[in-house]
Nanobody, 124 residues
Framework: QVQLVESGGGLVQAGGSLRLSCAASGRTFSSYAMGWFRQAPGKEREFVARISWNGGRTYVADSVKGRFTIPRENAKNTVYLQMNSLKPEDTAVYYC?????????????????WGQGTQVTVSS
């Protein structure tokens, strides 16, 4: 079992930045690839980014490419989502998730463990 807790959400103006954190506890954090998803009101949850267990590979959705990055610190059992140049359409609840597989995974059903989410609101 892995427990995930997100933090760092809030209200920011368009063009601003936020860094979300996802702290993991339980089984060995470095065993897991980590992902970020988001869900806006009335929309389905969508993939944002993923990082491999050792940080060697990252994948970022086209909608956020060039603006968001997904670093991790295994020594701190934490994965981040660095969000720059935020837009109102980035407003959503952001979730981190973990799974033990390798490669590209962009569907939420492919992830085993989930955090409770953190709200990000971008004002225009």
């Amino acid at each position: 079992q892995v427990q995930l807790v997100e933090s760092g959400g809030g209200l920011v103006q368009a063009g601003g930045s936020l860094r979300l954190s996802c702290a993991a506890s339980g089984r060995t954090f470095s065993s897991y690839a980590m992902g970020w998803f988001r869900q806006a009101p009335g929309k389905e949850r969508e993939f944002v980014a993923r990082i491999s267990w050792n940080g060697g590979r990252t994948y970022v959705a086209d909608s956020v490419k060039g603006r968001f990055t997904i670093p991790r610190e295994n020594a701190k059992n934490t994965v981040y989502l660095q969000m720059n140049s935020l837009k109102p359409e980035d407003t959503a609840v952001y979730y981190c998730a973990a799974d033990e597989s390798s490669g590209y995974r962009n569907r939420d059903r492919e992830y085993e463990y989930w955090g409770q989410g953190t709200q990000v609101t971008v004002s225009s």
